[in-house]
């Protein structure tokens, strides 16, 4: 709820300091008085539609704040723009500075974005304007409107939107893994690559490749190393007149000797020994030379070469020292083959879900609408009744459903307001037809249909810009008594020129000028003493001359609204009690 509002050097206020409170404040003053430069003032705030042509003649600076009365409900919306406000204020203080060079808007102090401060604008205040559209004139704030209405809808589109933020949510991580999903596929693709490489080289174990290596040094010169193996062992065994015959003889002829000195038997010891060692190695040098023969006739060299060639290629690709690290490697490439190709196994998985989401949402979504349009046909019943008493007897109101091809936060349906203003027209948009005060009035009705209901969770500072303009008579009196009434439950600030609705104001600002030679200067006067507000309804109503005519008339008014205003008071109070 608005508490105050100061002005300082902008446009013709010099400086202005008013008081708001609960109900329905009224403010008016002459033709061309500057009433609507008030207004214009809690626009700039929140808008920022102000440029250096604002500030007041003669001034370097303008300066604009407004003081709301908050609740939990404010605080919990503030805190999601990170504004602290002490839970024992209960108030908060926006304001916008103009200079030469910009505007800047702040709350509490701190400096706040001009999104931010517009977006906060929408939720504490509601200006109905002569020539501007306002909230409930848009497609979005239609169907707000109307979901406001029922409670039954509130929980269905509550339940909706939770549901959909489930689906928004794995939507975004789908597309996400897609993107990846695409880069992943050429990872897994070069995977696949260097697996099919490294599993083509069918590696035995880590030691192969020096398995490898040692049979190529067999191998080489196997031929000359056979023949001369043999050679020797020929000598020493198979030829006439052999090496180890020669050697046995020697050997038998030394142990014939009969002297037992100890260094002889040593000796004789130690050739028997040096023979046999020599039988040995004869032996192995013959036994390798078979092995080099079995060796020739189960591997080619060329073959071993081109294996170890193959094996240094694909190590030196992978940067790798031995085998035992290609193996290593290649059990890594496996782990990563199996990750990605479960990454896709999952993706599915998550493309099945949100289509098991989404059928439910579109079911939601077709209750949604049902009740929709079983809200807008009432909503149409009580909108073309009232419209009568408003001066548009001729006009006519409908609620239009168009399906959308994909759901969003608020389910399948743009909802538009249609409206005909006299017999024989087409209808359309409300937005669009109509005259400003034509729309200000229907807006006000929307706002008092159902209105018990709560439009907004967070109750508005709701101003109306001379919603009565081209009226009079009984419709002026209704347009008073339904501004009355949605003051029982909001805050409403009128601008008016007409005394049949100033008279429902529970205060009222009376906003005049003067003029000198250079400057001109706006000022608001509150009326607070009941002849001051007698003389200012007198003055809507008749010319210098009539009044004393007009007194007792005026007096009744305030009477009679008065006790409308008690009758609807009282209303309340038993409907909620």
Not at 319 to 327: H, K
Not at 531 to 542: G, I, R, S
């Amino acid at each position: 709820m608005l508490k105050e509002l100061k002005v300082k050097n902008y446009l013709l206020i010099d400086e202005l300091d008013l008081s708001f409170n609960e109900g329905m404040t009224v403010i008016t003053g002459e033709t061309g008085a500057g009433k609507s430069i008030i207004l214009s003032a809690i626009n700039s705030i929140f808008k920022g539609r102000c440029s250096s042509s604002d500030i007041k003649k003669n001034c370097s600076e303008a300066y604009l704040e407004a003081i709301f009365e908050i609740d939990n409900d404010i605080i919990k919306i503030l805190e999601n723009y990170e504004i602290e406000v002490d839970i024992n204020e209960k108030e908060i203080i926006i304001s916008r500075e103009l200079s030469q060079k910009g505007s800047r808007g702040r709350i509490n102090g701190k400096i706040i974005s001009a999104k931010a401060l517009q977006e906060l604008g929408e939720i504490f205040v509601e200006i109905h304007e002569q020539n501007a559209q306002s909230e409930i004139l848009s497609s979005k704030g239609q169907l707000d409107y109307l979901d406001s209405i029922n409670s039954d809808v509130k929980a269905e589109l509550k339940f909706y939107k939770e549901k959909y933020k489930i689906w928004k949510t794995l939507y975004k991580e789908i597309e996400e893994r897609k993107v990846k999903m695409h880069e992943k596929q050429k990872e897994l693709d070069y995977l696949k690559f260097q697996n099919d490489e490294i599993e083509a080289l069918e590696i035995e174990d880590e030691e192969e490749e020096n398995k490898i290596k040692n049979k190529i040094l067999k191998l080489a010169n196997s031929e000359e190393i056979n023949q001369k193996f043999k050679t020797v062992y020929n000598l020493f065994f198979e030829e006439e007149g052999n090496i180890s015959n020669n050697l046995r003889k020697c050997l038998k002829n030394l142990k014939s000797i009969n002297n037992k000195e100890d260094k002889i038997q040593t000796l004789i010891n130690e050739f028997e020994q040096a023979n046999n060692q020599l039988d040995n190695i004869v032996n192995e040098l013959n036994d390798y030379s078979d092995s080099l023969s079995d060796l020739s006739e189960e591997e080619n060299i060329d073959d071993l070469n081109a294996r170890i060639n193959n094996i240094q290629k694909i190590k030196r690709k992978h940067s790798v020292q031995n085998l035992e690290e290609l193996i290593k490697l290649h059990d890594e490439i496996k782990l990563k083959i199996n990750d990605l190709e479960n990454f896709e196994e999952n993706l599915e998985k998550k493309e099945n879900e949100l289509i098991k989401i989404q059928n439910e949402i579109k079911i939601i979504a077709g209750n949604l609408t049902q009740n929709r349009i079983k809200i807008a046909s009432s909503l149409n019943i009580a909108m073309n009744q009232e419209l009568k008493t408003l001066g548009m007897p001729m006009a006519e109101f409908f609620v239009k459903f168009t399906k959308i091809e994909d759901f969003n936060e608020n389910g399948l349906d743009k909802i538009d307001f249609m409206l005909k203003s006299n017999a024989g027209e087409d209808f359309g948009l409300l937005s669009k037809i109509g005259s400003g005060g034509e729309k200000s009035r229907i807006c006000l009705l929307l706002r008092s249909l159902f209105s018990e209901n709560a439009y907004s969770k967070v109750q508005k500072t709701i101003i109306f810009d001379e919603i009565d303009a081209g009226t009079s008579g009984s419709v002026s009196e209704q347009i008073g008594k339904k501004l009355s009434n949605l003051s029982l439950r909001n805050q409403v600030v009128c601008v008016t020129h007409q005394p049949l609705v100033a008279v429902f104001g529970d205060r009222h600002y009376f906003v005049y000028k003067t003029q000198t030679e250079n400057i001109t200067i706006l000022f608001a006067k509150e009326l607070k003493k009941d002849d001051e507000k007698v003389k200012a309804l007198l003055d809507l109503m008749t010319g210098e001359n009539d009044k004393s005519l007009a007194l007792d008339y005026t007096r009744k008014l305030i009477e009679k609204a008065q006790e409308y205003k008690n009758h609807e008071q009282n209303k309340k109070i038993l409907i909620n009690s």
